[in-house]
């Protein structure tokens, strides 16, 4: 499942790409800052970035992301005319969208351009940790602990889903909070320690060693993935 960074300041189109793309089975980050962004880049397999920031020029975020690395970038802006085009894509994009757009669109350009990129992830099965105690099936959004189905909310499941991820990787509580409500509001991260409590205790004695905390950090998976076979 590929990691979308949706980069818009406008929180309303930031919602409807969201929802469009995890309808398409894929994983979202969202930020209306270009700051946030930057930080935000290790957990993205692909950006759809807005020029118009409030804080950071588009164009200078692009160019920060392209000096960074190969990451596919599709440009999303109310910047229209051939000239704006032809930039963005000297500067490094992939693709040029403009608004107003179809939100079905930017879903398909999405697909095309990780089509286009090799060795991006692809999950094709049930996928299991510290040797098969865990398994998690993305496609059918279910995990198992020693065989057992586990009976988790939506929000659970986002937070288990979110750190079997990229297991040993400390996720912050920020990035929690935003892959698992979709929504940037400062209110809600301390929250997600009572959502973590919750699904530990659905996880059993061993709970707090299959979700660990890192002190000051955030919290991370504590099995280690198994090779696939």
Request: glycine fraction near 10%; aromatic fraction near 6%.
């Amino acid at each position: 499942m590929a990691n979308v960074l949706v980069v818009e300041d406008e929180r309303d189109i930031r919602d409807v790409l969201r929802r469009y793309l995890e309808r398409a089975g894929f994983s979202v980050l969202t930020t209306g800052s270009g700051a946030e962004a930057l930080r935000l880049l290790a957990s993205a397999d692909l950006v759809i970035l807005d020029l118009g920031l409030p804080d950071i020029d588009g164009t200078d975020v692009l160019r920060e992301i392209h000096a960074l690395g190969n990451l596919p970038v599709i440009v999303l802006t109310a910047r229209s005319s051939t000239d704006d085009r032809i930039h963005g894509l000297e500067l490094g994009a992939d693709d040029y969208v403009t608004k107003p757009f179809s939100p079905a669109e930017v879903v398909l350009r999405v697909q095309a351009v990780l089509h286009r990129y090799s060795g991006m992830p692809a999950v094709t099965g049930p996928v299991t940790y510290g040797n098969k105690r865990l398994r998690i099936d993305e496609g059918e959004h279910k995990a198992w602990l020693d065989g057992v189905l586990l009976d988790l909310t939506p929000t659970e499941w986002g937070l288990l889903a979110a750190v079997t991820a990229a297991p040993g990787r400390v996720y912050s509580r920020y990035e929690l909070v935003n892959r698992v409500r979709g929504y940037e509001y400062a209110g809600y991260e301390r929250t997600i320690d009572s959502h973590v409590k919750n699904l530990r205790r659905k996880l059993g004695a061993d709970g707090a060693d299959v979700v660990e905390t890192v002190l000051g950090v955030g919290y991370r998976l504590g099995l280690r993935q198994d090779d696939a076979r």
